[in-house]
């Protein structure tokens, strides 16, 4: 719906709008094109460094699982070295008789401690509440 104040176009404005319309539909379509084509070539740059990337972690990888291969022969080696040094020296058993005393002697500690807050509590006397009772104390026959 047109309004009555509108003036029509003329030939000379209707040819010029029209021509560009037309040419900036080709631009838009090339400027698209252009951003897909950048935005696809990003992608692939980002693809290659990361996966760069991966390659490097991976030799790292690869170099830390055979320093720790390294260090597990080594400690292989002092394991089967320790009955060597163990033979000349007794069994030491009375490590194992001092635990159990400290064991003992914790237990022990532990009732007397038990049988102290028990004798502490039966001897308080008992505190009556401020409150009357709630439920009538004389017995009725």
Do not use: C
Not at 28 to 38: E, F, H, K, Y
Not at 73 to 83: I, M
Request: charged share 25%; no cysteine; glycine share 8%.
């Amino acid at each position: 719906m047109r309004l009555a104040t509108e003036t029509p176009l003329t030939h000379r404005e209707r040819l010029t709008r029209g021509l560009a319309h037309t040419a900036a539909g080709p631009v838009d379509v090339a400027l698209g094109a252009a951003g897909l084509s950048g935005a696809a070539v990003r992608r692939g740059a980002v693809e290659l460094r990361r996966r760069y990337r991966e390659s490097q972690l991976s030799d790292r990888v690869a170099e830390a699982a055979e320093a720790a291969a390294r260090e597990l022969a080594a400690a292989q080696e002092a394991v089967a070295g320790f009955p060597e040094l163990l033979e000349g020296r007794p069994p030491r058993r009375h490590v194992r008789r001092s635990w159990v005393i400290v064991a003992a002697a914790g237990a022990a500690l532990l009732a007397g401690g038990v049988v102290a807050v028990l004798i502490r509590r039966s001897n308080r006397p008992q505190e009556s509440s401020p409150r009357p009772p709630s439920v009538d104390a004389q017995h009725k026959i």
